[in-house]
């Protein structure tokens, strides 16, 4: 009985989560938090040394211990919900339900950005209760690699330059609309290899120009 | 080793008093406050160990963010010495284990009741206010499925022709706190009840601002360098409160003033009502006319006690 609570599948143990939970989610928080309230910024988020299932990274899996809980619907993208083992590292350390629609989420993992559904498909939240929309997470993101885009709004003065990827092609045109029917829609961050950004909907979107 | 730290060593409470899942309910309505500038995120607070009215909302909001390398500001009505600052920071103190301090610029997060600090906030401060009635239409609008209505329709007349009334009756707008504002050009929101004199401050502050209401459960907040227009006229633009004389102990102009009372045969003076930055000020050699009156320096010369 002991093997079977102590493993998933077969042969993969459960890695492990926060080696101290109240203040490694209190910093990974305060990261998400700075940089949400200053969109296009970057900060490094400790991950303390977290090894998640594959593809799942790190700093992704930090950001899931440090908001998921049993109030949250979380949503996967293909990849991600094809592996036995990531969804078993976040049920057992979050408890947060995995949902099916992505409508339904408050939280959206996204490993594999390129091939992201339609930002319209998420939660926008109603006129009445905005703040119910979906947060969604892109992981495996490279800043400063991509075209730029230049944001203005909230948070940021006078205006900023970010760029980050993969993400579709379309991406940038999404999230524009996204801002116009402020202040429904969604939230965005962007999990790096340490780093972390983020994107809310206030933030007003325009090309970069050269 | 004090009593405080033996009890926190004991771990009698979690770090910050609130469990874990209560601070990630609350730092998730946080992010969303953040992302909807002025619009308030219901959330589930909790019962505190001290009365509503005392600063729940805030302190729910502090506990949330807090971390064991911040250093912790605490003030009421600007003063770091009154009844609620000081048992709100012991509570911090208690249930923390964190540094707490007077001074504006040491701090990483200030939780205050009703003033914004003289100095200017940088971008590496979290200003957290305690928030009686979040709802700058409640008074207007007394039911909560209307208010929300008004809010998603950007139906602000209301409030509109209250102030105008202001006008029609006292010649001017007579609201002097809790004024209210619109939040980058979409929310009205009620700064909570600061003087109307610190509303230019909230406007493109560096430090990002977090208002919690623990009766009324909402958090929403301001980020930084964000548009926060006081509601006016064209023909009554905003205003703030004027004083004619400096501060009686540190000379100060420009600051907001409190009234103290000094004898019973009318003798009284004005001084800052930001008593880290008067402090601060006659440290630094500034003497306001009153500065040398025995009864003035009795209730401005106390010095005060820090936990290190």
């Known amino acids: ?210 | 080793m004090n009593d405080t730290a033996e009890i926190y060593d004991q771990g009698e409470y979690n770090f910050a008093y609130l469990d874990e899942q209560t601070k990630r309910m609350i730092r998730r309505a946080i992010l969303k406050g953040i992302a909807i500038p002025g619009y308030q995120v219901p959330f589930a607070s909790r019962e505190m160990p001290m009365p509503y009215g005392w600063g729940t909302g805030g302190v729910q909001v502090t506990a949330s963010i807090l971390g064991k390398d911040d250093c912790l500001k605490m003030i009421d009505q600007g003063s770091d010495d009154t009844t609620n600052a000081v048992s709100l920071r012991g509570f911090f103190e208690k249930t923390a284990g964190i540094r707490t301090t007077y001074e504006t610029s040491e701090a990483t997060v200030i939780q205050t009741r009703h003033r914004i600090p003289e100095k200017n906030l940088t971008e590496n401060q979290v200003l957290v206010f305690q928030v009686p009635i979040p709802e700058p239409l409640r008074f207007l609008e007394p039911r909560e499925t209307e208010t929300r209505k008004m809010h998603a329709l950007e139906d602000y007349g209301l409030m509109h022709v209250k102030l105008y009334e202001d006008i029609a009756k006292n010649g001017h707008i007579a609201t002097t706190y809790a004024y209210p504002v619109k939040v980058n050009d979409r929310y009205v929101m009620d700064p909570s009840p600061t003087p109307k004199f610190d509303n230019p401050k909230i406007d493109q502050m560096e430090a990002l601002q977090l208002y919690g209401a623990g009766r009324e459960k909402r958090i929403y907040a301001i980020p930084p360098y964000t548009k926060v227009k006081s509601l006016d006229f064209e023909d009554y633009p905003f205003e703030v409160q004027k004083f004619d004389k400096p501060c009686g102990l540190c000379g100060a102009e420009n600051v907001y003033l409190d009234e103290v009372i000094l004898d019973d045969k009318g003798g009284r003076m004005f001084v800052c009502s930001d008593s880290d930055y008067c402090e601060e000020r006659r440290a630094e050699g500034h003497a306001g006319p009153m500065a040398a009156d025995p009864a003035a320096i009795q209730i401005g010369g106390a010095t005060v006690e820090e936990t290190i």
């Open chain 1, 1 to 210: 009985m002991e093997t079977s609570i102590r493993t998933t599948t077969k042969n993969t143990p459960l890695a492990a989560g926060f080696q101290d939970p109240v203040h490694n989610a209190q910093t990974c928080f305060r990261a998400i938090m700075d940089v949400m309230a200053r969109p296009g910024s970057r900060k490094v988020i400790d991950t303390h040394d977290l090894s998640p299932p594959a593809p799942l990274t790190p700093v992704a899996a930090a950001i899931a211990l440090t908001l998921f809980d049993y109030d949250t619907p979380v949503w996967l993208d293909r990849s991600l919900n094809s592996s036995e083992a990531v969804k078993a590292f976040l049920r057992f350390h979050t408890g947060a339900p995995i949902v099916g629609e992505a409508v339904d989420a408050s939280f959206a993992l996204v490993s594999d950005p390129e091939h992201l559904i339609p930002l319209a498909s998420f939660n926008q939240g109603s006129a009445e209760y905005p703040d119910q929309s979906t947060t969604v997470i892109l992981t495996g993101q490279e800043f400063g690699t991509a075209p730029s885009v230049t944001l203005t709004g909230p948070g940021i003065k006078d205006t900023t330059v970010f760029a980050t990827g993969p993400v579709p092609p379309v991406f940038w045109d999404q999230v524009a609309s996204n801002n116009n029917q402020f202040p429904r829609g969604i939230d965005l961050i962007f999990a790096g290899e340490t780093e972390i950004a983020a994107l809310p909907r206030s933030t007003r979107i325009s090309p970069t120009e050269v």
